[in-house]
């Protein structure tokens, strides 16, 4: 009955987190989308470059919401770092969408807003699958496991020395400011 409970708790932590991924990412594709076709046909950017400018507002928006809300309870590794973790991401997200764009208009010399649109709808949504993938893995880590409470006698924190000559925590905790919380799909 407890697996069962686990499975469920796990499971439902999931869902909950890739609902509010889905929700900061909606709005991230909308900034991402609506800005790209601003630049694009309302400023007269060029395709490239209009693409670029809107991702990294989209990208910032969704830096601040995932962070700050999706993912608030994962460890956190310094704010600067998983910034520029996260643009380089999505950088490599941003491959998609700029490889279609160029091909379509290009290559293929259509200019219209639909083929346009088209590249960039395939292209993000390529990307999509990407980031959500290495976010979890690089950018938003999962919380470490608390320790189990340390025995009578043992000093929290200090380092003992094992036979090996290797050298182990005991009773470690994580930096304070971390919220404890098990990551939903590691199996334990």
Do not use: C
Not at 3 to 29: D, N
Not at 57 to 62: D, E, P, Y
Not at 67 to 73: A, E, L, P, Q, V
Not at 162 to 167: H, N, P, R, S
């Amino acid at each position: 009955m407890q697996l069962l409970r686990r499975a469920y708790e796990r499971f439902a932590a999931l869902i909950h987190e890739l609902i509010k991924f889905g929700l900061v990412g909606a709005i991230a594709f909308v900034i991402d989308f609506g800005g790209t076709n601003l630049l694009r046909f309302g400023v007269g950017m060029g395709p490239l470059f209009s693409k670029v400018v809107a991702t990294i507002v989209a990208a910032t928006f969704a830096y601040l919401g995932n962070r700050f809300w999706t993912y608030r309870h994962r460890e956190q590794s310094g704010l600067a770092r998983e910034y520029v973790l996260f643009f380089v991401l999505n950088g490599f997200g941003l491959l998609p969408p700029l490889l279609l764009i160029g091909f379509v208009t290009y290559s293929l010399g259509l200019h219209d807003a639909v083929s346009y649109n088209i590249a960039q709808f395939v292209g993000v949504g390529l990307g999509t699958l990407f980031r959500l993938w290495s976010y979890k893995k690089w950018v938003f880590l999962a919380a470490p496991e608390l320790a189990e409470e340390p025995t009578v006698g043992a000093a929290v924190g200090t380092s003992v020395g094992t036979a090996e000559g290797a050298v182990e925590r005991v009773g470690a905790r994580p930096h304070s400011d971390v919220k404890a919380q098990p990551d939903p799909l590691t199996t334990s």
